[in-house]
């Protein structure tokens, strides 16, 4: 499996994990409703759409599922919300950044002709996020998200020695792939370090993917983790009117 392939099932199985949380029964992420995430996930075109399209079983679903459980952990009752790993997968994740990211290029926009200054031709560019880019680079961006996502994970101090161990034997089941296995277990035990996440970033749409994804795992609430997210943005040198409206497509889809 792709590290794409992973990713997805880790965001996707957000869905079924709120579900046993709650102890309710609904539909699955692919049939949730019209108009939701997870039916624009489901409809993905391109060239991200085919790399998912072989992605999926009920076996890998129910691994990831216990998978992300164990990434986003049961102490201080921390809160899963309605955040975006309970509406969909890469895909998705990919349409909130280019919306977020294509909403502050307008802001910037207005703000330069409000200001009589000429907006550079590359500042309104479409924005080249995950589910708009070929196969290699979907990967390329694949690996920055989940290097996000697992440190996000670490932000408020809560996973241990042993906690590791089985993450790290929950991960293994769901990638044949050695090479994805050891990157992964190199990733979970390295100590938290925002500098060193936030250079895995090579493109401002990258950034902001990774960004992303951390918000949608952390609660913002907590000291720690609010902390977190404000030394990777600002390794990440993210404006802050991109940093708001990242958070912001976040508030949107948790109301």
Sequence with gaps: MKTSGLLDQLLKSGQDLLQKQQGSVSRSPATNGTGSLGDMLSGAGGPLGSILGGVGGAGKGALATGALGMLLGSRSGRRMGGKVVTYGGLAALGM???????????????????????????ARAEPKTVDRLPPEQVEEHS???????????????????????????????LTDDPELRRWLEAELNKPLDPVEVA????????????????????DEEQYMERAYLDELARQMKLDDQLKAELESQVRGISA
Excluded at 112 to 117: D, L, R, S, V
Excluded at 199 to 218: D, G
């Design 143 to 173: 690996r920055g998200i989940l290097k996000a996502l697992v440190a996000a994970a670490k932000a408020d101090g809560h996973v241990d020695d042993q906690e590791q161990q089985m993450i790290e034997a929950e991960l293994a089941q």
């Design 199 to 218: 250079a895995a970033a090579t493109t401002p749409e990258m950034a902001s993917e990774m960004y992303l994804a951390s918000v949608l795992m952390v």
């Design 96 to 122: 909130l950044a280019y919306k977020a990211y294509g909403n502050w290029q307008a802001q910037q926009a207005q703000q330069a002709q409000q200001g009589g200054a000429m907006q550079p031709t590359a």
